[in-house]
C-alpha cells in the first residue's frame, strides 16, 4: 500500500511568486493534516481537515497562505505571495480517525526554498 | 503552555554502543507520547507510542519509557547500527476531543562507524 505522497519534492521560487504544493493521503484515512517544518525544529500544524473540513487552521496565515481538499481525498496547498520566511519544509500527513491513539502518516515533505 | 522539551540536541555514538534520548513534556490533558524516527528528506515515523498506563514499549532496538507522574520519557537505542542514523521526535497528544500533537525540536543522532 502506498504511503503518503507528496509533490512536488523540491521546489525553489523567487519571492512575491506562488505556489502550490499537492498531497495524497493514504487511502481511506479521513484526516489529513498539513504541517510546516523548520530547520532543526518539529513540525508545526498549519491546518487539519476531516474529511473535507477544515476542522482547524488557526495556525494558517491566512493572509497567504490556502488550502483546500475538495472531494476529501488530495489537498493543496497554497502560498500567494510567497516570502524568504516561507522557506521550510512543508508536510502532509493522515490518519484513520482523530483520537488521540490513531497514527498519523507522514509524507515525505516538499521543501521550498524562497529566493 | 504546552511544551515537549528534548535532550541532547544532537548526540554522535559509535555503531555497535547504546544510546538512551531525553524528553521532558508539560502537555495536559496527556493522551499517548510517541517517539518518531525522521530520517534526512523523509518524513517522521511512529517508532511507539504509550498511554498514561504504560511504562514501557519496545519496537526491536528501541524501547521508549514513560513516567506520567515526573511527565519524563526516554529512547534506548541497543546495539546502534549506522541507520539509526537520524532524528528523533518526541511527540506528545494532548487529549482535547481529538489528536492535537505538540512536537519536540528533536535529538539529531549520529552513528558513526
Known amino acids: 500500500e502506498a504511503g503518503v505522497v507528496q509533490s512536488p519534492r523540491y521546489k525553489i521560487i523567487e519571492k512575491k511568486q506562488p505556489v502550490a504544493f499537492w498531497c495524497n493521503p493514504i487511502s481511506g484515512h479521513n484526516t489529513l493534516y498539513w504541517y510546516l517544518q523548520n530547520l532543526g525544529q518539529g513540525p508545526e500544524l498549519l491546518i487539519r481537515?476531516?474529511?473535507?473540513?477544515?476542522?482547524?487552521d488557526s495556525q494558517l496565515p491566512k493572509d497567504r497562505f490556502s488550502a483546500e481538499r475538495l472531494k476529501g481525498v488530495d489537498s493543496t496547498l497554497k502560498i500567494q505571495p510567497a516570502e524568504l520566511g516561507d522557506s521550510a519544509v512543508y508536510l502532509c500527513a493522515s490518519s484513520f480517525g482523530k483520537t488521540g491513539t490513531d497514527t498519523q502518516y507522514f509524507g515525505p515533505g516538499t521543501r521550498l526554498t524562497v529566493l | 503552555k504546552n511544551q515537549v522539551e528534548q535532550s541532547p540536541q544532537s548526540l554522535i555514538i559509535l555503531e555497535g554502543k547504546n544510546c538512551t534520548l531525553q524528553c521532558n513534556y508539560t502537555v495536559s490533558p496527556f493522551s499517548n507520547l510517541r517517539w518518531y524516527k525522521q530520517d534526512t528528506g523523509r518524513g517522521p515515523v511512529s517508532l511507539t507510542i504509550?498511554?498514561?498506563?504504560?511504562n514501557t514499549k519496545s519496537n526491536g532496538r528501541y524501547t521508549a519509557t514513560l513516567d506520567a507522574d515526573t511527565k519524563q520519557s526516554s529512547l534506548h537505542i541497543t546495539a546502534s547500527q549506522l541507520s539509526d542514523s537520524a532524528s528523533y521526535i518526541c511527540v506528545v497528544s494532548a487529549n482535547t476531543g481529538f489528536q492535537k500533537l505538540v512536537f519536540g525540536t528533536g535529538t539529531r543522532l549520529l552513528v558513526s562507524p
Open positions: 481537515y476531516e474529511n473535507e473540513e477544515a476542522v482547524d
Open positions: 504509550m498511554t498514561f498506563s504504560e
